[in-house]
């Protein structure tokens, strides 16, 4: 997988000079390469046995737990003769398409934030849990929506979410909170509470709030019998350092506090980064962060217009090869092959 990510990364260096060249669809090929890379990938991914019985079982214990439009995407794809590979290069085109436009629509620097979407795990994350990110990708193509204060058709988009996975409707009044201006104080004191409490916080939760949900039996569990799925604890430190930097660079620089998105992108990282820290060893609900921290994707590209031209390079450069050297860790001996049997 490595190798395959030095390719991607050549690929969107490519991109950048034939749109410097004035190449045609420079950014649309690339963009078809992502679809294809990730779309006609072949056990990849910690759910992808999952989601192929889902597809040929129709009638299995695992597919009882979907949401309804995926037996009607399901049902539709098997109809028309596709095999499981029908579905994951489906599911890869809607992923990519709406984050690419939504990259489109928010970035200051678009190749800036391809890049950091592959190098800071996202892309290959959506490998892993295909319906909540769909429905992730489905809110980050939507908020500037919510940037521009129409409200409604974000609620709207946000219901079309829900209906690939029922997550959004727990994270949504969340996602609107975002709109807001708050204190460093209470910006800091969050991000300080759930990294040095957020053991003792989960506990709270799991003895107060999970028991509501006895009905489901799903989340009736002990934390130190679940799989937290995760190492040393040094990238949960490196995300809270790292947001603190950029919390500073809000504090200190004007120009941040007077740009009218800067601090709704800064919200939802910082979100992103207290749903880790609070839910770090139980595994699925720490994955509600990843519908808040993708924002740092274009978070970044904002703060580097707070820099001199020169410094630019320098800050975006270190900060790529931080996330980078953590996503050859995490995928160092992870095998990447591909299906091309659509039928």
Request: aromatic share 22%; glycine share 4%; proline share 3%.
């Amino acid at each position: 997988m490595i190798w395959l990510t030095f390719f991607l990364l050549g690929s969107i260096f490519l991109s950048w000079c034939g749109t410097k060249l004035k190449v045609p669809f420079a950014k649309q090929i690339f963009i078809i390469l992502l679809i294809l890379v990730i779309g006609l990938r072949y056990n990849v991914g910690r759910d992808y046995p999952t989601y192929e019985i889902i597809y040929d079982v129709p009638d299995s214990t695992y597919a009882n737990y979907v949401e309804p439009i995926w037996h009607l995407i399901n049902y539709t794809l098997r109809s028309l003769g596709f095999a499981s590979r029908g579905f994951f290069f489906l599911t890869s085109l809607m992923l990519v398409m709406w984050f690419y436009k939504g990259i489109k629509k928010m970035s200051p620097h678009f190749y800036v934030s391809v890049a950091l979407f592959i190098i800071c795990g996202f892309y290959y994350e959506s490998a892993n849990i295909v319906r909540q990110f769909i429905a992730i990708s489905i809110l980050f193509y939507s908020y500037p929506y919510l940037l521009e204060g129409k409200i409604t058709k974000y609620l709207l988009w946000s219901a079309f979410a829900a209906l690939f996975h029922v997550s959004v409707l727990i994270i949504l009044p969340i996602i609107l909170l975002s709109r807001f201006r708050y204190s460093i104080m209470l910006l800091l004191s969050g991000i300080i509470i759930s990294f040095a409490l957020g053991n003792s916080l989960l506990n709270l939760i799991v003895n107060f709030v999970m028991p509501s949900f006895s009905a489901i039996e799903l989340y009736q569990y002990d934390v130190d019998d679940f799989d937290a799925g995760v190492g040393s604890g040094v990238l949960k430190l490196f995300y809270n350092l790292f947001i603190l930097a950029i919390l500073a660079l809000y504090h200190y620089c004007k120009s941040s506090k007077s740009d009218p998105y800067f601090h709704m992108f800064l919200n939802m990282v910082i979100f992103g980064v207290i749903l880790y820290n609070t839910f770090y060893l139980f595994q699925p609900a720490r994955r509600l962060y990843l519908y808040f921290f993708t924002y740092l994707i274009i978070l970044i590209p904002y703060c580097m217009d707070y820099f001199k031209k020169s410094s630019q390079y320098i800050t975006i450069g270190i900060t790529s090869l931080i996330f980078f050297a953590f996503l050859i860790k995490q995928n160092l001996t992870v095998p990447y092959d591909f299906d091309f049997s659509f039928f």
